[in-house]
T-cell receptor, first 115, second 114 residues
Framework: EAGVVQSPRYKIIEKKQPVAFWCNPI?????LYWYLQNLGQGPELLIRYENEEAVDDSQLPKDRFSAERLKGVDSTLKIQPAELGDSAVYLC?????????????FGQGTRLTVV | AQSVTQLGSHVSVSEGALVLLRCNYSSSVPPYLFWYVQYPNQGLQLLLK??????LVKGINGFEAEFKKSETSFHLTKPSAHMSDAAEYFC????????????FGKGTKLTVNP
């Protein structure tokens, strides 16, 4: 079974440019997470979806970050415009969710460098 | 609010030696506690989790952790380190048994020397 797939794996952009990350969760997983992992830090939750609904986006900087999960499957995280401080690894994870005691499975992440 | 403190950002052990990675938590409600491992250029993988069933929790790859409420600790141990254990380890706390509200520590990078 394929795991959580993220693309691209690496992205280098100039500041003020837009960037988008894509995530394909494990088939059948209703819950999808986007995490931010800064260098030397643990992951921090940006947004959590239950199907297509964003149920926790309290940590998402909404002035420049946006996310969508159309049809409750794939998800895209966008930054516009990117700032130098956005350089980090963006992790996507998915789980069965639905209030069940379930494990989150993580993708390999997208490493963003803003120059 | 919940938080996790991992003592030691880097731990180095010899192959065959005991591995001890420390984690202390803060929580206003009975916590659920997790340990994740992250190999280079990989996503996080769940090693084990405490959900109040038993204070000593056994996980994958020979790791185990003991929940000590009096010490607010959930240290990760392995009796004998293997070269393949070299990775970064994250402790996390949650108010839920699932993965919905994980709060991660800063991580501890484990190096295993031959």
């Amino acid at each position: 079974e394929a795991g959580v797939v993220q693309s691209p794996r690496y992205k280098i952009i100039e500041k003020k440019q837009p960037v988008a990350f894509w995530c394909n969760p494990i088939s059948g997983h209703n819950t999808l997470y986007w995490y931010l992992q800064n260098l030397g830090q643990g992951p921090e939750l940006l947004i959590r979806y239950e199907n297509e609904e964003a149920v926790d986006d309290s940590q998402l900087p909404k002035d420049r970050f946006s996310a969508e999960r159309l049809k409750g499957v794939d998800s895209t995280l966008k930054i516009q415009p990117a700032e130098l401080g956005d350089s980090a690894v963006y992790l996507c994870a998915s789980s069965l969710g639905g209030g069940q005691n379930t494990e989150a499975f993580f993708g390999q992440g997208t490493r963003l460098t803003v120059v | 609010a919940q938080s996790v403190t991992q003592l030691g950002s880097h731990v180095s052990v010899s192959e065959g030696a005991l591995v001890l990675l420390r984690c202390n938590y803060s929580s206003s409600v009975p916590p659920y506690l997790f340990w994740y491992v992250q190999y280079p250029n990989q996503g996080l993988q769940l090693l084990l989790k405490y959900t109040s069933a038993a204070t000593l929790v056994k996980g994958i790859n020979g790791f185990e952790a003991e929940f000590k409420k009096s010490e607010t600790s959930f240290h990760l141990t392995k009796p004998s380190a293997h070269m393949s254990d070299a990775a970064e380890y994250f402790c996390a706390v949650s108010e839920l048994a699932g993965s919905e509200k994980l709060v991660f520590g800063k991580g501890t990078k484990l190096t295993v020397n031959p």
